[in-house]
């Protein structure tokens, strides 16, 4: 089975690029299976919808963060990235990895344990 | 976007007793396939999100049996047949139909 590992800056300062990686193992993120995802949850709140990614490189993105989110997939490394722009405290949040299976209707299968990002000088 | 409600937002549960939780959605989620895009999970203390039901009402593996799914278009519902004391966490729906996904704002169950 698929297990997903996010891993970046725990801190980040205001305005500045918030950058996150997911490593996937047990499978290839070459795979047409699959859409690979980011969630994130500010602390004590609820779940966002960030953006995904298929291995050919078509990204989906929140409209909401759209000017500022960039999804990309290293299919040499099995690994996707998150890259958030002009970050704010608002920003600060537990950030999720997971994938997408595609059939039966991109279910969000496998997550990762989560990754806590805060937005602070 | 769809907005995604549930009801309660908080749910105390007695061992062994029936469990209900409701989503509703601003917009149908009955897909042109015939299945509702509608999915749900639930999050654990100190823990990932763990899919539960997808599609409206099909069982994700491993996911015990007293769990079900049911409801169509706006309106969906989680019940859990008997509640164990493992089941407590935050359920959350969450509407697969359109992009952005958006989930609802859970519901807290725990313990009595």
């Known amino acids: 089975q698929l297990q997903l590992q996010e891993s970046g800056p725990g801190l980040v300062k205001p305005s500045e690029t918030l950058s996150l990686t997911c490593t996937v193992s047990?499978?290839?993120?070459?795979?047409?299976?699959?859409?690979w995802g980011w969630i994130r949850q500010p602390p004590g709140k609820g779940l966002e919808w960030i953006g995904s990614?298929?291995?050919?490189?078509?990204?989906y993105y929140n409209p909401s963060l759209k000017s500022r989110v960039t999804i990309s997939v290293d299919t040499s490394k099995n690994q996707f990235s998150l890259k958030l722009s002009s970050v704010t405290a608002a920003d600060t949040a537990v950030y999720y990895c997971?994938?997408?299976?595609?059939?039966?209707?991109?279910?969000?299968?496998?997550w990762g344990q989560g990754t806590l990002v805060t937005v602070s000088s | 976007d769809i907005v995604m409600t549930q009801s309660p937002l908080s749910l105390p549960v007695t061992p062994g007793e029936p469990a209900s939780i409701s989503c509703r959605s601003s917009?149908?989620?009955?897909?042109?396939?015939?299945?509702?895009?509608l999915d749900w999970y639930l999050q654990k203390s100190g823990q990932s999100p763990q899919l539960l039901i997808y599609?409206?009402?099909s069982r994700a593996s491993g996911v015990p049996d007293r769990f079900s799914g049911s409801g169509s278009g706006t309106d969906f519902t989680l019940k859990i047949s008997r509640v164990e004391a493992e089941d407590v966490g935050v359920y959350y729906c969450?509407?697969?139909?359109?992009?952005?996904?958006?989930f609802g704002p859970g519901t807290k169950v725990d313990i009595k």
């Open positions: 997971a994938s997408l299976l595609v059939v039966p209707a991109a279910i969000l299968d496998y």
């Open positions: 047990g499978g290839s993120i070459s795979s047409s299976s699959y859409y």
């Open positions: 990614i298929y291995y050919s490189g078509s990204t």
């Open positions: 917009q149908s989620l009955l897909h042109s396939d015939g299945n509702n895009r």
């Open positions: 599609l409206g009402s």
């Open positions: 969450m509407q697969a139909l359109q992009t952005p996904r958006t």
